[in-house]
């Protein structure tokens, strides 16, 4: 079950990131809250490198380290754990 619940949340994903690369116009930037990023992860690095516009990442950390997010994108977000 949690395979097809995964693979729906992936394509569902792709299909908004590729309609917002269609209309790339009409944005002065963008806000991506992923669901499971392990699946797309490489898909989030791609459509952000191909955009001119800035993109911030919200609750959940789609990369491993500041190192692997691509030029142009952030993450806010806090953790409970934090000192």
Known sequence: MGFCIS??????QLYHLRNLQKRRGGYVGGIISPAEPELVRHDLRAFCSSTAYPIVFVDVEPFGSADEYPRGTAFV???????
């Open 7 to 12: 693979l729906y949340v992936y394509v569902g």
């Open 77 to 83: 977000g806090y953790s409970q754990d934090a000192k």
